[in-house]
């Protein structure tokens, strides 16, 4: 296996945060931390930047900022559902897609965007079939962008058919738009699986040592 990068950077929304994955300890465990225990990254070498309600503009403006100065690793980005509940400007949300690509790529590290999923939600509260429609859309226009910002940039887009599972509803918490644990578990599984690959394509020297801060 090669060697492991320093640190496991998560940018995105209550998703990523881990939202209804509780961690006994404290706070949530969510996908990022069972994916930095399926990769033996210790749990304080992840930085978690997702918060409630983010969309890509909060990703590209405020959560690049508190992450500073980009280094060698491994970045995942879990945000949209909020951009497509919301509507989107699908021109400005390509720009700042690509400021998340381009801020990983700067630090030479290997990237990963998930796809957004139609989560159960879309069928449990009242809306009209219009509504359902257009946020259906939304939803393949920002993976459609998410995809376009990967191929550029070099990076990883996780197709929605790579995740299939999420659309069993017994993936989801009752309220039908954060993962339960066993989502979280299951999100957690197919990216290690994907971050596995990329991480043991790295240059030699790209990653780094494990015993290093």
Same mark, same amino acid.
């Given at each position: 296996m090669a060697a492991l990068p320093w640190r496991l950077v998560v940018f995105g929304d209550s998703v990523a945060e881990g939202r209804d994955d509780p961690d006994p300890a404290g706070?949530?465990? @969510?996908? *990022?931390?069972?994916? +930095?225990?399926?990769?033996?990254? /210790?749990?304080?070498?992840?930085?978690?930047?997702g918060r409630p309600g983010a969309v890509i503009a909060d990703v590209a403006?405020?959560?690049?900022?508190?992450?500073g100065k980009p280094r060698p690793g491994l970045?995942?980005?879990?945000?949209?559902?909020?951009?497509?509940?919301a509507g989107f400007d699908r021109e400005a949300a390509a720009r700042r897609i690509a400021e998340v690509f381009a801020w990983a790529g700067? @630090?030479? *590290?290997?990237?990963? +965007?998930?796809?957004?999923?139609? /989560?159960p939600f879309l069928e449990q509260v009242p809306m009209s079939a219009f509504r359902r429609k257009r946020t259906r859309?939304?939803?393949?226009e920002f993976n459609a962008e998410l995809q376009r910002a990967a191929e550029?940039?070099?990076?990883?887009?996780?197709?929605?058919?790579?995740?299939?599972?999420?659309?069993?509803?017994a993936l989801w918490s009752a309220d039908g738009i954060h993962l339960n644990p066993a989502g979280h578990a299951y999100v957690a599984e197919v990216i290690a699986a994907i971050a596995g690959a990329l991480l043991a394509e790295r240059p030699a020297g790209v990653a780094t040592n494990r015993g290093r801060t």
């Open positions: 706070g949530w465990i @969510g996908w *990022a931390g069972r994916l +930095a225990d399926l990769l033996e990254l /210790p749990r304080d070498r992840v930085a978690n930047f403006g405020g959560q690049l900022a508190a992450a970045v995942v980005l879990n945000c949209g559902m909020n951009d497509a509940l700067r @630090g030479g *590290a290997v990237a990963i +965007a998930a796809p957004v999923p139609c /989560p859309q939304r939803i393949d550029k940039h070099g990076m990883a887009f996780l197709a929605p058919d790579a995740v299939r599972r999420v659309a069993d509803p």
